[in-house]
Antibody, heavy 117, light 107 residues
Framework: QVQLVQSGAEVKKPGASVKVSCKTSGYTFSSSGISWVRQAPGQGLEWMGWIGGYNGDTKYAQNLQDRVTMNIDTSTSTAFMELRSLRSDDTAVYYC??????????WGQGTLVTVSS | EIVMTQSPATLSVSPGERATLSCRASQSVSSKLAWYQQKPGQAPRLLIYAASTRATGTPGRFSGSGSGTEFTLTISSLQSEDFAVYYCQQYNDWPLTFGPGTKVDIK
């Protein structure tokens, strides 16, 4: 079955960078892309961007495009999201999700990133 | 950017009752609308896509309708496991955008 398994929780200081991975299995990685979504504590869902699994084409949310980079490693069917110049309001759970949407609706389990001095 | 709004913010319903959740887009998204359910400490779960198609494993008591700018998620008879937050998302245009959510809680 389709699985998206994310890397573990991170604690970072303001100004640092974080890189979250999303290892996929159960489908042909190049057949679709990965969206990244984050959720601050007690808040709603915020779409961060998307990367294509075939050629690494990207779409970023305008408010993050100066600080975020998404890439893929097709040899391991893994997607990565790096966020730089971290601030306290970047504290959130970060999710990867398969996109375009498929009937199974696959999401990763989430990665908590805490930004604190 | 397409702005998604949801109403009400909170819906208090008794088990066995019907719940109707609304989602509105600031411009047409055709039928490219998904509904997600999220419980505390869990990842969102896809319930409905293409406005009215149930995702794999979605119980028949969940139904979606609408197109263009107005959408509805109906839960015909609420079960205890349905108390959660529900989000709509448009995927007709970049950036993909979510609504702020509707919390369904026990009356």
């Amino acid at each position: 079955q389709v699985q998206l398994v994310q890397s573990g929780a991170e604690v970072k200081k303001p100004g640092a960078s974080v890189k979250v991975s999303c290892k996929t299995s159960g489908y042909t990685f190049s057949s679709s892309g990965i969206s990244w979504v984050r959720q601050a504590p007690g808040q709603g869902l915020e779409w961060m961007g998307w990367i294509g699994g075939y050629n690494g084409d990207t779409k970023y949310a305008q408010n993050l495009q100066d600080r975020v980079t998404m890439n893929i490693d097709t040899s391991t069917s893994t997607a990565f999201m790096e966020l730089r110049s971290l601030r306290s309001d970047d504290t959130a759970v970060y999710y990867c999700a398969r996109y375009p949407i498929t009937p199974g609706g696959s999401w990763g389990q989430g990665t908590l990133v805490t930004v604190s001095s | 950017e397409i702005v998604m709004t949801q109403s009400p913010a909170t819906l208090s319903v008794s088990p066995g009752e019907r719940a109707t959740l609304s989602c509105r887009a600031s411009q047409s998204v055709s039928s490219k609308l998904a509904w997600y359910q999220q419980k505390p400490g869990q990842a969102p779960r896809l319930l409905i896509y293409a406005a009215s198609t149930r995702a794999t494993g979605t119980p028949g008591r969940f139904s979606g309708s609408g197109s263009g700018t107005e959408f509805t998620l109906t839960i015909s008879s609420l079960q205890s496991e349905d108390f959660a937050v529900y989000y709509c998302q448009q995927y007709n245009d970049w950036p993909l955008t979510f609504g702020p959510g509707t919390k369904v809680d026990i009356k």
